[in-house]
């Protein structure tokens, strides 16, 4: 049972360049979502997925696409990379039908974009 | 003012001692409360939900003040392997649905020998 599992752990990208984060999970939760942790703010949610084919926006989903085609995986597409996208992104799902569910988070991609 | 305010820290802490950390939320229609745990260049992961009556997990005991719309964390009897950063979490409804989550920015713990 690996969890949430998030490639790559370490990018680099060029303004302008667009790139796929992935991210999958085998514990067959219908809620998966993306984080992004910046210094001295909290994690914002970009997009979130409720089941698959179903996806909405967070609080900060610009510069960002994202879709559900199956229940395990949930990439994060970013269409053409700024300078403001270096950050340290999550991915997370839970099981929406569990009260108090927690989040289980994968274990991060650190993006700079230069 | 911040919806979900704590305290960055650090608290330096010697082995041994109790500590206390605090988050103030400011949606008062706020339902569930969770401390997240981050280590350092890790993933948060949950380390307790807190509950209207107060609940206890080992060393760990978290409280929710809806009047004065806090929650805390106490740990006692403090492990080196604590030291870490306890994210407070918030969220308007009693389901495990996350979409409405608040973060906040953290509470560094450094506890020492």
């Known amino acids: 049972n690996a969890g949430v599992t998030q490639t790559p752990k370490f990018q680099v990208l060029k303004t302008g360049q667009s790139m796929t984060l992935q991210c999958a999970q085998d514990?067959?939760?219908?809620?998966m979502s993306w984080y992004r942790q910046d210094p001295g703010m909290g994690l914002r949610l970009i997009h979130y997925?409720?089941?698959?084919?179903?996806?909405d926006q967070g609080e900060v989903p610009n510069g960002y696409n994202v879709s559900r085609s199956t229940t395990e995986d949930f990439p994060l597409r970013l269409l053409s990379a700024a300078p403001s996208q270096t950050s340290v992104y999550f991915c997370?799902?839970?099981?929406?039908?569990?009260?108090?569910?927690?989040?289980?988070f994968g274990n991060g991609t650190r993006l700079t974009v230069t | 003012r911040k919806e979900v305010e704590q305290d960055p820290g650090p608290f330096n802490v010697p082995e041994g001692a109790t500590v206390a950390f605090n988050c103030t939320y400011s949606?008062?229609?706020?339902?569930?409360f969770f401390w997240y745990r981050q280590d350092c260049r890790k993933e948060p992961k949950l380390l307790m939900s807190?509950?209207?009556s107060g609940n206890e997990d080992g060393r760990f005991t978290a409280q929710l003040n809806r009047a004065s719309q806090y929650i805390s964390l106490l740990i006692r009897d403090s492990k080196l392997s604590d030291s870490a950063t306890y994210l407070c979490?918030?969220?308007?409804?009693?389901?495990?649905?996350?979409?409405?989550?608040?973060f906040g920015t953290g509470t560094r713990l450094q506890v020492t020998l």
């Open positions: 979490v918030v969220g308007p409804f009693n389901t495990g649905t996350a979409s409405k989550l608040t």
């Open positions: 807190v509950y209207s």
């Open positions: 949606n008062s229609a706020s339902q569930s």
């Open positions: 514990m067959n939760h219908e809620y």
């Open positions: 997925s409720v089941g698959a084919g179903i996806t």
């Open positions: 997370a799902s839970s099981n929406p039908g569990l009260t108090y569910s927690p989040l289980h």
